[in-house]
């Protein structure tokens, strides 16, 4: 059989970012660059106690001070309509915006300062004078482990994955010959995009709004901005061309975006807000803090009897972040007995956000350190135990897998990564100061579909222009989709140019949980078919060959028509034109089909590391890691590997470094800066094996593809640990591993 899988070598050669040029030279405008005329610079007033009441507000100081055209606060808000509807049970879920003195968390915008230029509005906003009748607030999950609760969401739908819930018998485990049982904590972890979150905000007119805005999705932000402010929908415009990263943290609408919106109807004028770095890690979400609990129980041959699964997460006073932290509990391993809880505790803190992986990054970390910790009790070889639970369908949904080459990446990754070196014994393998470990995990995540459409204007000269409203936050949309439609008709990629990130384009979804190739690839397809539909029609129309042509054999090819069936039939591209048309517009829709209710689907991955501990100092080196992803059918190789090492660089900064640090007497971000949030740099990342099976998927969309942006970062942080443990005999479950648990 020939080699199908990618290595590094394969994805180099690979057509490269087709937006490439236009970043690197700063030709690339992101939203905080945009210039307007007449622009105004907001900044925002936060609120310095974690719970109370504003008791006065003394604007008079800053009103005063030079250039500034507004100060905005609960006094004097031109309102956010939606807070006045009846229905106030829906709507409570967001923090309202300058809506009351309240105060629910530390760092709470409570009033913007509006001024000529930036600097202006930035010492102006330092002139707001507040007072308050100030509570004690609580920010500690385990202070308040008593206060959890069971989130609405799991009231409202018995069968997701923060209900309670039991498969066979309750707490199982207590009954095997073998049992682990640990804690497992993950502390908040902020996204930190490179990009900061930015927003220009224009009002056209009292109902025509215009935002440039970082977002996930152009659509949803445009449908989210016009239910808050009353306004037709088509009367929101969203463009949001290019993103610099976001891992989640703009898949909603958050408080600054409509502090923006406010301000610029307030001012009459276009508003620019630019979030700076330290607000990155409390205004626009972050990866909650969890208390896991996992006790599991095997045979001595290492079947798996039983698991129980219990996470703890914070979430804000005002609203109820939920994420499917137990997922994977229930669904990776064939275990006979499941039982799973999910609580959450409401702190004065403010709202989460799904992060890269959200839920299983964090649940993946009890549950394959668990079972690492249980390979040691058992002597088994990690590997062996997971094949040896090895799942051949989905044991959850009771459906089979729409394709799953677990076993493929064990096998490649263990090969690659020379597994063969490990010691079973912890502790027993070092070179000179450095203890040397393996570690591996397995990592999984939903591979979902949704609808979409695409746009297509093909000209005479050969080139194709494709729309579709998706934003990209980084990956390469661009390029995947352009490798799609080049493959499908056959045009050099040069000739195809792809415009995203404005609602105004065919429908897309968010750019969030690794659906885009998926989704918005196949409305890719269905266009260039309809396209070449098209094609043929109008070269039938001149050439009596082509009567019969199957327009899904026909390819272009430099500047003709082909039909591959008939190597005769060539048409140039400019005649079909001949009726003077100067495009060719082709819409095309794609959603999924009844297959979508017949498998489980999920990519997979396995992430092997390396890692060397100093013995003296406790410090943790990676020395190579490997990464072996199933996740169908890669359109952009390149691409998907720039986007892999990024996850398992994020995987790496789970395992060793990044941590969210909070004042419990005050319930202020400590870590709200780059020199005290640390995430990984060029000199902590090793030598990294990206792998992938490259095996199509038959079931969820024409090209075969699975998600990969999630699956690259979930598995990673417990493969760290996991070679931690096996370097130093010292198991951390507590995150991030630092030099100081290891001494
Ligand atoms: Mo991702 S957490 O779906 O942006």
């Not at 790496?652 to 941590?659: K, N, P, Q, S, Y």
């Amino acid at each position: 059989m020939s080699k199908k899988h990618l290595e590094n070598a394969d994805m180099e050669l690979a057509m490269s970012r087709v937006d490439g040029r236009v970043k690197v030279t700063g030709a690339a405008k992101y939203t905080a660059e945009v210039q307007l005329p007449e622009l105004t610079y907001a900044v925002l007033v936060e609120s310095t106690i974690g719970k109370g009441k504003i008791t006065a507000l003394d604007t008079k100081k800053a009103e005063w001070a030079p250039g500034v055209i507004a100060v905005i606060s609960h006094l004097n808000t031109p309102g956010v309509p939606e807070y006045k509807l009846a229905n106030q049970d829906v709507i409570q879920k967001q923090l309202r915006v300058f809506d009351s003195p309240n105060v629910y968390y530390n760092g709470q915008p409570i009033a913007v300062v509006v001024a000529d230029t930036f600097e202006r509005a930035r010492y102006a906003a330092t002139l707001v004078k507040v007072t308050y009748a100030k509570e004690k607030a609580q920010s500690s999950m385990e202070q308040n482990l008593s206060e959890a609760i069971v989130p609405k969401k799991a009231k409202a739908d018995p069968k997701g994955f923060t209900s309670d819930f039991v498969r066979g018998k309750a707490g199982a485990y207590k009954d095997a010959e073998f049992q682990v049982e640990a804690e497992y904590v993950l502390p908040s972890e902020a996204h930190h995009p490179m990009e900061l979150h930015s927003i220009i905000a224009t009002w056209e007119g009292p109902d025509k709004l215009t935002l440039v805005d970082k977002t996930q999705g152009s659509q949803q932000t445009a449908a989210s901005i016009a239910k808050s402010f009353q306004l037709p929908v088509e009367n929101v415009k969203v463009l949001a061309t290019y993103v610099g990263g976001a891992f989640g943290s703009a898949l909603r609408v958050w408080p600054h975006e409509i502090i923006a919106i406010l301000a610029a109807k307030k001012v009459q004028k276009p508003v620019k807000l630019v979030l700076h770095r330290n607000q990155m890690s409390y205004m626009v979400g972050y990866r909650p803090h969890t208390l896991q609990k996992v006790a599991i129980g095997a045979t001595k041959e290492g079947k798996l009897l039983g698991i129980s699964h219990e996470s703890f997460g914070k979430t804000s006073m005002y609203e109820e972040f939920t994420e499917n932290v137990l997922i994977m509990t229930r669904m990776m391993y064939d275990v006979p007995n499941v039982d799973t809880k999910y609580r959450i505790v409401p702190l004065n803190v403010s709202t989460p956000a799904p992060m890269r992986g959200p839920g299983e990054a964090t649940g993946s970390f009890a549950l394959e350190c668990a079972l690492d910790e249980l390979s040691y009790k058992l002597k088994m070889d990690p590997i062996a135990l997971r094949l040896a639970n090895y799942a051949d369908q989905d044991p959850d949904k009771k459906m089979p897998w729409s394709s799953n080459y677990l076993k493929e990446c064990y096998k490649l990754g263990a090969e690659k990564i020379g597994w063969n070196k490990r010691k079973t014994e912890p502790d027993t393998n070092q070179e000179g100061e450095w203890k040397i470990g393996y570690g591996v995990a397995t990592g999984t995540f939903g591979a979902f579909r949704g609808g979409a459409s695409a746009k297509a204007t093909f000209k005479p000269d050969g080139t194709l222009l494709l729309q579709s409203a998706i934003a990209d936050i980084g990956p390469g949309t661009a390029t995947s989709m352009t490798a799609i439609a080049a493959q499908n008709l056959g045009i050099a990629a040069d000739k195809i140019s792809f415009q995203l990130g404005n609602s105004t384009f065919p429908k897309a979804p968010m750019q969030g949980g690794s659906n885009t190739v998926a989704t918005v690839g196949s409305a890719i397809v269905a266009v260039c078919d309809n396209l070449k539909v098209e094609l043929a029609k109008r070269a039938a129309a001149q050439k009596a060959e082509w009567k019969n042509a199957i327009p899904a054999n026909t390819k272009i090819v430099g500047t003709q028509l082909v039909n591959a069936d008939d190597k005769s039939s060539r048409i140039e591209i400019s005649s079909l034109f001949s009726d003077g048309l100067s495009e060719l517009v082709v819409k095309g829709d794609a959603a999924p089909g009844p297959e979508s209710k017949k498998y489980s689907f999920y990519s997979f991955a396995t992430h092997f590391i390396e890692a060397h501990v100093h013995e003296l100092t406790g410090v943790v080196r990676i020395k190579n890691a490997v990464s072996v992803i199933d996740c169908g059918t890669v359109v952009s190789p390149k691409t998907a590997r720039s986007q892999s090492m990024g996850g398992i660089v994020g995987g790496i900064g789970m395992a060793l470094t990044e941590d969210v640090v909070l004042d419990d007497r005050t319930g202020r971000t400590v870590t709200a800066s780059f020199g005290d949030y640390h995430v990984p740099v060029h000199a902590d990342i090793p030598q990294m094996d990206m792998m992938f099976v490259n095996e199509k998927d038959p079931y969820l969309n024409p090209m075969g593809s699975k998600g990969l942006g999630e699956i690259v970062i979930i598995g990673v942080a417990p493969a760290v640990a996991n070679a931690v443990f096996n370097a130093t005999g010292k198991r951390v479950r507590h995150l991030p591993i630092t030099p100081d648990k290891l001494i």
